[in-house]
């Protein structure tokens, strides 16, 4: 799998498992801990994926670009999650806005 194919599938993920439920179940805070599988099972996941990437990203500009906007749509997720735990429904919704902006390829 080449760093194209592999930055696609950590995107697609977010999208699948995270963004389109979120969006089709809403997104407030208890709907948000009822999907499954978990914000915190899906950061999990997409740490390790995004760690490989990271691996296979060459020095080429374009594949440290896919490297920096996964970690960084993981680092959202994280803080999604934070907001999830601290009950915080305005900063989870200015998130979600900021993660759709990064999930795109």
Same mark, same amino acid.
């Given at each position: 799998?080449?760093?194209?194919?592999?930055? =696609?599938? %950590?995107? !697609? *993920?977010? =999208?699948?498992?995270?963004?389109?439920? #979120? $969006?089709?179940?809403?997104? &407030?805070?208890?709907?948000?801990?009822?999907?499954?599988?978990? /914000?915190?099972?899906? *950061?999990? +996941?997409?740490?390790?994926? $995004?760690? %490989?990437?990271?691996?296979?990203? &060459?020095?080429?500009?374009?594949? @440290? $670009?896919? !490297?920096?906007?996964?970690?960084?749509?993981?680092? /959202? @997720?994280?803080?999604? #999650?934070? #907001?999830?735990?601290?009950? $915080? =429904?305005?900063? *989870?919704? &200015?998130?979600? *806005?900021?993660?759709?902006?990064?999930? +795109?390829?």
């Amino acid at each position: 799998m080449d760093t194209a194919s592999l930055y =696609q599938k %950590i995107i !697609s *993920i977010i =999208q699948e498992k995270f963004i389109n439920p #979120a $969006n089709r179940y809403g997104l &407030k805070i208890a709907e948000l801990r009822e999907l499954d599988p978990s /914000i915190d099972d899906l *950061i999990l +996941h997409l740490n390790g994926l $995004n760690g %490989i990437l990271t691996l296979f990203a &060459k020095d080429e500009h374009s594949e @440290m $670009n896919m !490297s920096i906007d996964a970690s960084q749509c993981v680092v /959202i @997720m994280g803080r999604i #999650a934070q #907001a999830i735990r601290q009950e $915080n =429904q305005v900063e *989870i919704d &200015k998130l979600m *806005i900021e993660l759709e902006k990064h999930a +795109h390829f």
